[in-house]
């Protein structure tokens, strides 16, 4: 369902990630250099991968998970909402290296301008920003 432009609702099954992909490099190609698109799609990837996973968006019926992306002056922003979880709650680790998982919010803390996490009665969502100058920062911080 596409009740907007830049937001649509998937329901909370792993097909969701890569249609949740291809639908926001679709909206966004175009609009900003092929290197930050990559790094959104990489983001909004792991996070709706997190709604389906480890939220009851993804434990019930095809539960929803709601996505939303604007372009802003700061940067593109985009918002992944789902139905919260009664057993489980957002945290961001630094996972080993040998870790199968547990990479989503830590690439959201290292790619992202700002990132944030809200929870109500309704559910719960995940947000950031990727601003094009943090982007070079951060590849040069690699780079040393």
Same mark, same amino acid.
């Given at each position: 369902?596409?009740?907007?432009?830049?937001?649509?609702?998937?329901?909370?099954?792993?097909?969701?990630?890569?249609?949740?992909?291809?639908?926001?490099?679709?909206?966004?190609?175009?609009?900003?250099?092929?290197?930050?698109?990559?790094?959104? *799609?990489?983001?909004?990837? =792991?996070?709706?991968?997190?709604? +389906?996973?480890?939220? $009851? #968006? !993804? &434990? @019930?019926?095809?539960?929803?998970?709601? *996505?939303?992306?604007?372009? =802003?002056?700061?940067?593109?922003? +985009?918002?992944?909402? $789902? #139905? !919260? &979880? @009664?057993?489980?709650?957002?945290?961001?680790?630094?996972?080993?290296?040998?870790?199968?998982g547990g990479r989503g919010l830590w690439l959201v803390d290292l790619l992202a301008t700002a990132w944030?996490?809200?929870?109500?009665?309704?559910?719960?969502?995940?947000?950031?920003?990727?601003?094009?100058?943090?982007?070079?920062?951060?590849?040069?911080?690699?780079?040393?």
């Amino acid at each position: 369902m596409l009740t907007g432009p830049g937001l649509r609702q998937f329901p909370g099954e792993e097909r969701s990630v890569s249609e949740a992909r291809e639908w926001a490099r679709a909206l966004l190609e175009g609009r900003m250099a092929a290197p930050l698109l990559d790094d959104v *799609v990489l983001l909004l990837s =792991e996070l709706v991968t997190n709604a +389906v996973t480890h939220s $009851d #968006s !993804g &434990s @019930t019926k095809a539960g929803p998970v709601t *996505v939303q992306v604007s372009c =802003e002056a700061e940067g593109v922003r +985009v918002e992944v909402r $789902d #139905s !919260g &979880s @009664t057993t489980s709650s957002r945290t961001m680790r630094v996972p080993d290296a040998d870790d199968d998982g547990g990479r989503g919010l830590w690439l959201v803390d290292l790619l992202a301008t700002a990132w944030g996490a809200d929870q109500d009665t309704t559910g719960g969502s995940v947000w950031f920003r990727v601003a094009e100058h943090v982007r070079t920062e951060v590849i040069q911080t690699w780079r040393s």
